[in-house]
């Protein structure tokens, strides 16, 4: 490993065939990020490694600038996770912390982003970059999300800025998808009035042959659930409710939402918002369920218990 790329990098990660089973072949890593590599996850029988991401203090301290770099060969497959929530700690001088994340993804290789959601405390500055490079052949599965914050503590939307940007390319250089996200807060509206009563907000990314019909599968859910969720409630007389006060207070817990990208829609992207970190923990669960066959161990099995 080049020394320049260890002086300016948190960690990096090789994923390679040894004798034809994925392999972590290059581990690097440095404060203020830790990287645990468990011998085993899920299926022995499923060829794929685990990787889980951590902070040491338990969290991203303020300042803080977190670089990562992953490579998974053709035809590995690899899960890059973390075993609790991503909690950003106060901004102390106005500094914003920072984290960065390249993947490469060879052909007929597999990655899975799955990790729990981001927590900013209040006044936290934090800003995330994802940049995946792809092949026509390669699999992805992202998962990137945040919370209102230390809700049940009184901090609800009350950090000062948030900023999520993902950027997927094709045969390294044709972008085929750009998404970012920023919340502020503002002197005429803050964060938490414009998102009302709903606590977190959720994206997936699904890409790639191997993941084709999970994402026809999970538009067709999609659509049948929105359908039953917005539509108001009704009387016992089958009517809509009484009054338009009546209606105007009707707020679904989950709203969501599906579309592709991408040539020949190789991509789909799903957005989900909801009134509990819970209930997003369970759509996860529940719909990216099937992925154990390719990671050995369904995502978020143990999680938002």
């Known amino acids: 490993m080049a020394e320049t790329e260890t002086e300016t990098t948190s960690g990096v990660v090789t994923v390679e065939k040894v004798r034809g089973r994925s392999t972590i072949t290059r581990c690097f890593f440095k404060y203020p990020l830790k990287l645990i590599l468990p011998k085993k996850v899920g299926s022995s029988q499923v060829d794929a490694v685990w990787i889980y991401a951590l902070s040491y203090g338990g969290g991203i301290v303020s300042g803080d600038q977190i670089s990562c770099k992953i490579s998974v060969g053709d035809g590995c497959t690899a899960s890059f996770t973390t075993q609790a929530s991503t909690k950003v700690y106060k901004s102390v001088d106005s500094k914003c912390s920072e984290q960065v994340l390249e993947a490469i993804i060879g052909n007929e290789a597999f990655l899975a982003l799955i990790p729990d959601p981001v927590t900013c405390f209040s006044t936290a500055r934090y800003s995330q970059k994802q940049n995946f490079r792809i092949f026509s052949c390669s699999n992805l599965v992202v998962v990137d999300w945040i919370t209102s914050g230390r809700y049940q503590s009184g901090e609800r939307w009350d950090f000062t800025s948030y900023k999520s940007t993902n950027c997927i390319y094709l045969d390294n250089d044709r972008p085929i998808f750009i998404d970012s996200v920023l919340l ?49 409630p009704t009387t016992n007389f089958g009517r809509y409710a009484k009054s338009e006060a009546q209606h105007d207070r009707f707020v679904p817990d989950l ?14 992207v799903i957005r989900v918002t909801a009134t509990t970190t819970e209930a997003v923990y369970a759509f996860l669960r529940t719909h990216l369920s099937s992925l154990e066959m390719f990671l050995g161990a369904p995502p978020y099995c143990q999680s938002g218990i």
């Open 255 to 268: 709203i969501a939402s599906c579309s592709t990208f991408g040539p020949q829609g190789i991509g789909s």
């Open 184 to 232: 502020e807060q503002s002197l005429v509206c803050d964060i938490a009035e414009r998102m009302q009563c709903y606590q977190v907000i959720a994206m997936v990314i699904l890409l790639g042959p191997k993941l084709k019909n999970l994402q026809n599968q999970i538009k067709e859910v999609v659509k049948k659930m929105m359908t039953v969720k917005l539509r108001p």
